[in-house]
């Protein structure tokens, strides 16, 4: 990477820490960021097994306020905001009029009137510009304020993340459930403790004031010693959520992408009322989605990378959207998205590598669940 370009990249507040660590440090969504700091698949096995801490500090994170904030937000996005508890959190995307997905995002709800909306840092400034003019153009009592710059965000994943965190806290982690949050104090830093995580596995998102994010990370670094805890990059965060069967923007999210495509019409509650992009997400779920995203086990020896032709019986069908060799199952897997009418579980498919077509399957999604107590 050139010193230009590096100049030109935003920073997290651990930055400095990641640079100390010796992380391989690369651009992604305007920042500088660790994509790994030994080996992608030491750091995702580690996440399997133990727990890996992740620098999540440059996700953007917009705060709604107000009298009329569930009404807002039941129009902006395809879920139903309004549904949940004080503490709760739920899945949820924006969509445009055409039902293109602009954002997929996480909705906490603080209080009767407060919410805290988490996007993806490459579609921070397209979300607060979609959220700002719907806000503009409706009669919504209600305001938003931009608190990505002043928010940190660190994630401790796996299974022993509870013990972890459990270690540096008062409250009382078996009470959060999966999707839930509370306020509280973690190694003296003031939190917003989340059961959220893009892993697969048990964990925590720690949402604090950016100028604690140091702070929260040493003490969550110096006590994950006992809990076989490391920091983890980009690398594993995205071989961990493939196999997760979780969707990257980007990869199997976009603008020409519908959320009945992504199989997350199970996120659109069409029965709240209107809402950006309803007539055509209704006009999608009635008439069937043209594509599916579909899971894909490589029989033949090759990876499947993002961009490569999907066959069927040599005809082109669809593409892949994210592939790996997968450290959990030790097989090659992908997700595709292809003709919906040929989306069945078991059904041949080959992925042209090089030139070659190479013999693959329709698997179910997720490629891994973990162990269930």
Known sequence: ??????????????????????????????????????????????????????????????????????????????????ALEVGQAQYSMACDHDGGIIDDLIIYRRGDERFLVVCNAANRTALVEQLTSLLSKGDFGASLEDRSDWTGLVAAQGPNAAALVGELTDLDLDAIGNYRSVPGSVAGVECLVARTGYTGEDGFELFCDARRTRALWDALAAAGERHGARPCGLGARDTLRLEAGMPLYGNELGRDTNPFEANLGRVVKLEKGDFVGRAALQAVQQAGPARRLIGLQMIENAIPRAGYEVRAEGAAVGHVTSGTLSPTLGTKIGMAMVSAELADAGRAFEVVVRERPYRAKQVELPFYKRPRD
Do not use: N
């Open 1 to 82: 990477m050139s010193e230009a370009r590096t100049t030109d990249l935003r920073r997290t507040p651990l930055h400095d820490v990641h640079r100390a660590l010796g992380a391989r440090l690369v651009p992604f969504a305007g920042y500088e960021m660790p994509v790994q700091y030994t080996s992608i698949i030491e750091e995702h096995r580690t996440v399997r097994s133990a727990a890996g801490l992740f620098d999540l500090s440059h996700m953007g994170e917009v705060e709604v306020r107000g009298e009329e904030a569930v009404a807002f937000l039941r129009h902006a996005l395809v879920s139903d905001p309004g």
